[in-house]
Nanobody
Framework: QVQLIESGGGLVQAGGSLELSCAAS????????MGWFRQVPGKEREFVAA????????YVADSKKGRFTISRDNAKDTVYLQMNSLKPEDTAVYYC?????????????????WGRGTQVTVSS
């Protein structure tokens, strides 16, 4: 059974940083793309960043480039989202997701497994 468990969310002031973690278990993720999405109430889930577990290739949404970085630790089966220069509009629930795929897709419908999310709140 696949489990994705996010951690690292919390309250931070604008301009601050947070690192989110996603611990993956339940299978070998070498053929998966791992993604981060975020969602605020009343809005659709928004793509943030993704990484190919096998190649390490990454893709970050244009609006987050330069502030957000995604990485992985194969030994720990963990994916990270480093978020810098946070803004109040980054406030959301952040979700980790896994897609059995060779290529990175940004649509949430492509992803097969989801974590429960971690709340990030950025105060002004």
């Amino acid at each position: 059974q696949v489990q994705l468990i996010e951690s690292g969310g919390g309250l931070v002031q604008a301009g601050g940083s947070l690192e989110l973690s996603c611990a993956a278990s339940g299978r070998t993720f070498g053929n998966y793309v791992m993604g981060w999405f975020r969602q605020v109430p009343g809005k659709e889930r928004e793509f943030v960043a993704a990484i190919s577990w096998s190649s390490g290739r990454t893709y970050v949404a244009d609006s987050k480039k330069g502030r957000f970085t995604i990485s992985r630790d194969n030994a720990k089966d963990t994916v990270y989202l480093q978020m810098n220069s946070l803004k109040p509009e980054d406030t959301a629930v952040y979700y980790c997701a896994a897609d059995y795929a060779r290529f990175i897709f940004t649509g949430s419908g492509n992803y097969d497994y989801w974590g429960r999310g971690t709340q990030v709140t950025v105060s002004s």
